[in-house]
């Protein structure tokens, strides 16, 4: 017969084990406990263990725990092997083994994952799921007429809120290279991409040209 019990803190139930039968069944259990005798060293068991007490007479089940624990027990003749499930007081289950793959058709209820600031993928990996950041994915457009002809004079190409960045790219046909910001020299056909929503500078000879695109 199946015995439910409540355990608070620091108590315990005894029960005569050789007489009563052979093994010992937690059926049900909210937390673990600790299995304990005069012959036998304290033993801490869970839900779904089956315990051979056959060489034991007097056990006690002690709830070792700072909360209240609630059991399920029976004591057996022959041994009742259970796979534990692991379903706790709240009804979260973990599962340790599928044994037949599983399809989900249709999900009846939405699922909340928590608040996600910027686009996500999903994979699955050895059994774990992963959640990896998107790349950021931007616009690339011309900035004016997209080409600026340089004077030999440091001009300037304005900020913009909003802007992730710029693209100049110097001329084939140039016959210097174009300073960009007092440190970057771009020769004939080079290019710079430069990750800023300020002003950037550029100087270059009479005749010279690039090409801008912002990155929005």
Known sequence: MKQLHTLNTGEAIKFNAGQAGKYLIMREASNTVMLRGDALRPVEIERGDTVDITRF??????????????????????????????????????ISEILTPITVDKVLSPIKVGEVQTEVKTRI?????????????????????????????????????????????????NASPVLVQGLIDLTAGGHTLIQTDAIVTLQGAIGDSVKVGEFI
């Open 57 to 94: 007479d007097e056990l006690e089940l002690f709830n070792h725990k700072a909360d209240a624990v609630t059991i399920e027990y029976q004591i057996a003749d022959v041994p009742i092997i259970t796979k534990a499930q692991k379903i706790d007081i709240s009804n979260s289950v973990a």
């Open 125 to 173: 990996q050895n059994d774990v799921l992963k959640v990896e950041k998107l790349a950021d994915l931007y616009t690339l457009q011309k900035v004016g007429s997209g080409l600026l002809d340089l004077t030999s004079d440091e001009q300037t190409i304005d900020g913009k809120a909003g802007r992730k960045g710029l693209f100049i790219q110097a001329s084939t046909d």
